[in-house]
Structures are given as structure tokens and as C-alpha cells.
């Protein structure tokens, strides 16, 4: 299957600092990520549809001011937790495919502590 | 509002037990429902489904989806205990480029 590659896999950080995540498809172009979060014991919650050149489409509940989501190509999405706050700190997940005729590919995840 | 909901919540077995997972959903512009399996890290894929009746299988595990009844299962024969982990049922429609992920099936498997 396609690979997706998700830095970094574990990061702790200060209260009140930014933390920028990456996300990259290895070996196929993912004109379209997404960006999952998820709490312990709950499934994943959709945070934001990413398109190649293009702004992020935020789902409902989420703030685009605080996480910044750039996609500058077709194999690289970032994900920015700016001011970050204990209360960000969860699981995040991209996700990619290059077709919706297919299944998504996800990336290892990132363990976000703000302590 | 779109939604997919999997039962049961959780489930505990012993080594060599059959289960079974479900998963249904309600989603506009159906186009695939995808099963995925999530243990300590990132979900794994495990199958997509797209037309009804048609069983997918790969080893242990099979799956099959019912379009008119609007659910899927998925069987999981002989479980091992790396079996544990979080089941996840996703459901993909033609307008978005977006999964609707249900809350996931937790399984255990004992010794």
C-alpha cells in the first residue's frame, strides 16, 4: 500500500509555544489530507479537509486561527498547534489518498503533550 | 446529519472465539464503507466495501456490506490475542472527500 509519513511521532512541549507537524505522502501525490485528532478511547474526529494550494476547510468547532494547516504541495501538509495549551494535547493523525475510489492511507500519528 | 455507528462498543473473548463487529450508517451519497484496525498508533486498512453481498475476506477476517439495510459486518474466526485493538468503521461519500468514522469497536482477546 501507499505510504504516508507523519513527523514527529511523539513531542512535548511549553505551554504558550507552537508546534508544527508534517505530513508527507512518500510515493504517490495526495492532492487532497486530512487531519484527524484523537482523545483517548474516542474515534477520530475530522479536523480539517487539506487541498494542494488551496486553504484548509475547517470542520465545525475548530479554530483555524490555532491550528494552522498549510498544504504547499502534493506531498506535504503541516499542521501548526499554535499557543499551545494542555488541553491540545491528544493524538493527531493525517490521512491521504490520491483517489476517492480508494482508501485512505494514514500517517503514524503524533502523541502532542503541552505540559 | 450523516452518521455511522459500530457495536458493540467493546468486547472481550477468549483466544479461539468468533466475533463479529457491525457497523451501520446513515450517509448521504453512500460510496464505500472502509474497516479499518487501530492498535497503539495510526489505523491500518483492512477492507473497502462498495457493493453489497460481496464478501471480502483475508485470512481470518471477512467482511461483507448490505446496502439496503445500510450496514456492514465484520467476522474475525479463531482470534488470537493480536487481535486486540480498536476496530474502526468508516463510511465514504460521493460529494466529500470525506470519511465519517463511527466510534470504533474495542476487542480483547484473552489467553
Known amino acids: 500500500g501507499a505510504v504516508v509519513s507523519q513527523h514527529p511521532s511523539r513531542v512535548i512541549c511549553k505551554s504558550g509555544t507552537s508546534v508544527k507537524i508534517e505530513c508527507r505522502s512518500l510515493d504517490f501525490q495526495a492532492t487532497t489530507m486530512f487531519w484527524y485528532r484523537q482523545f483517548p478511547k474516542q474515534s477520530l474526529m475530522l479536523m480539517a479537509t487539506s487541498n494542494e494550494g488551496s486553504k484548509a476547510t475547517y470542520e465545525q468547532g475548530v479554530e483555524k486561527d490555532k491550528f494552522l494547516i498549510n498544504h504547499a504541495s502534493l506531498t506535504l501538509s503541516t499542521l501548526t498547534v499554535t499557543s499551545a495549551h494542555p488541553e491540545d494535547s491528544s493524538f493527531y493523525i493525517c490521512?491521504?489518498?490520491?483517489?476517492?475510489?480508494?482508501?485512505?492511507?494514514f500517517g503514524q500519528g503524533t502523541r502532542l503533550t503541552v505540559v | 446529519e450523516d452518521k455511522v455507528v459500530q457495536s458493540p462498543l467493546s468486547l472481550v473473548v477468549h483466544e479461539g472465539d468468533t466475533v463479529t463487529l457491525n457497523c451501520s450508517y446513515e450517509v448521504t451519497n453512500f460510496r464505500s464503507l472502509l474497516w479499518y484496525k487501530q492498535e497503539k498508533k495510526a489505523p491500518t486498512f483492512l477492507f473497502m466495501l462498495?457493493?453489497?453481498?460481496i464478501e471480502k475476506k483475508s485470512g481470518r477476517l471477512s467482511s461483507i456490506l448490505d446496502k439496503k439495510e445500510l450496514f456492514s459486518i465484520l467476522n474475525i474466526t479463531a482470534t488470537q490475542t493480536g487481535d486486540s485493538a480498536v476496530y474502526l468503521c468508516a463510511v465514504g461519500a460521493y460529494n466529500t472527500d470525506k470519511l465519517i468514522f463511527g466510534t470504533g469497536t474495542r476487542l480483547q482477546v484473552f489467553p
Open positions: 462498495t457493493s453489497s453481498g
Open positions: 490521512s491521504a489518498s490520491w483517489d476517492q475510489n480508494t482508501e485512505a492511507f
